[in-house]
Antibody, heavy 123, light 107 residues
Framework: QLQLQESGPGLVKPSETLSLTCTVS??????????WGWIRQPPGKGLEWIGN???????SYNPSLKSRVTISVDTSKSQFSLKLSSVTAADTAVYFC???????????????WGQGTLVTVSS | DIQMTQSPSTLSASVGDRVTITCRAS??????LAWYQQKPGKAPKLLIY???NLESGVPSRFSGSGSGTEFTLTIFSLQPDDFATYYC?????????FGRGTKLEIK
């Protein structure tokens, strides 16, 4: 059974960089049938797709965040990571890591989610 | 970006009822739509993919339909465990976008 687990600081200061890591277990991060992504949810609000990555390093980002986001993958550690720079209070959210099955046309829906981690931006 | 409009935003129903949630896309997304259920403090759970395909392990009382711009999620015979928030998501075009959610409450 595939499992994803987020880790990283729960508190980040304004203007600094948010960094989170997702560890994948129970399956291969290098599978050609998987894309790995990040989705966030501000408290009490809806879901926002941040971006995703293939094990080869190919990425796609939400244009609304693209200038501040970097997603990377470390296949040797079975991990992928999110960096979001110049954070403000508006970036306070629960951050989920996720798997998109690699259907023939590209990343599909999300079938596996991490439990989510709350990141608060505050001084 | 493709806008996903869900309705209603809140729905009150009783155990045993049949309920329908609608999701409209601002442009055609073919059948590239998923539905998720989320309970407080938990990650969303996939219910339906490609508009009408039931995810493995999801009860058959959940049903999805639609294509193009209009989609529905129907829950036949509501069970106590079904009271939650439901989201649609399009994966036709980047950036992937979600509806704002429908909160299903006990009447």
């Amino acid at each position: 059974q595939l499992q994803l687990q987020e880790s990283g600081p729960g508190l980040v200061k304004p203007s600094e960089t948010l960094s989170l890591t997702c560890t994948v277990s129970g399956g291969s991060i290098s599978s050609s049938s998987s894309y790995w992504g990040w989705i966030r949810q501000p408290p009490g609000k809806g879901l926002e797709w941040i971006g995703n990555i293939f094990y080869s390093g190919t990425t796609s980002y939400n244009p609304s965040l693209k200038s501040r986001v970097t997603i990377s993958v470390d296949t040797s550690k079975s991990q992928f990571s999110l960096k979001l720079s110049s954070v403000t209070a508006a970036d306070t959210a629960v951050y989920f890591c996720a798997r998109h099955p690699g259907v023939p046309r590209g990343p599909g829906w999300v079938d596996y989610w991490g439990q989510g981690t709350l990141v608060t931006v505050s001084s | 970006d493709i806008q996903m409009t869900q309705s209603p935003s809140t729905l009150s129903a009783s155990v045993g009822d049949r309920v329908t949630i609608t999701c409209r896309a601002s442009q055609s997304i073919s059948s590239w739509l998923a539905w998720y259920q989320q309970k407080p403090g938990k990650a969303p759970k996939l219910l339906i993919y490609k508009a009408s395909n039931l995810e493995s392990g999801v009860p058959s009382r959940f049903s999805g339909s639609g294509s193009g711009t209009e989609f529905t999620l129907t829950i036949f015979s509501l069970q106590p465990d079904d009271f939650a928030t439901y989201y649609c998501q399009q994966y036709n075009t980047y950036p992937y976008t979600f509806g704002r959610g429908t909160k299903l409450e006990i009447k």
